[in-house]
Nanobody, 126 residues
Framework: QVQLVESGGGSVQAGGSLKLSCVPS????????MAWFRQAPGKKREGIAS??????TYADSVKGRFTISRDNADSTLYLQMNGLKPEDSAMYYC?????????????????????WGEGTLVTVSS
């Protein structure tokens, strides 16, 4: 069983930046899918960024502002968030799957993910 631990959330003003980290308890190979999701109060969980060895994808709501990356040495996943807006306020979750799902990773569907972190809260004030 893989455990994922997120960190890096906090409170910032609009326009600010945060960098989230997600540390897996075991190594996750680069061929599998890792992703960031977020859920704001009263809203559905949204897949905002995903990454495999072949590339990255982003939701339109964060494209150009957020960057997903990973350290292949230990499979730590990151999310650099710049130009934060109040509408980015949410609980942010790291997710991963040990299964190879190939191009389906780009769809950022939560049902494809086997493992989830507990989340880290991001609050952006105007």
């Amino acid at each position: 069983q893989v455990q994922l631990v997120e960190s890096g959330g906090g409170s910032v003003q609009a326009g600010g930046s945060l960098k989230l980290s997600c540390v897996p308890s075991v190594y996750i190979t680069s061929s599998t899918c890792m992703a960031w999701f977020r859920q704001a109060p009263g809203k559905k969980r949204e897949g905002i960024a995903s990454l495999t060895a072949t590339g990255t994808t982003y939701a339109d709501s964060v494209k150009g502002r957020f960057t997903i990356s990973r350290d292949n040495a230990d499979s730590t996943l990151y999310l650099q968030m710049n130009g934060l807006k109040p509408e980015d306020s949410a609980m942010y979750y790291c997710a991963a799957t040990e299964r190879y799902i190939g191009s389906r990773c780009a769809t950022r569907m939560d049902y494809d993910m086997n493992y989830w972190g507990e989340g880290t809260l991001v609050t952006v004030s105007s």
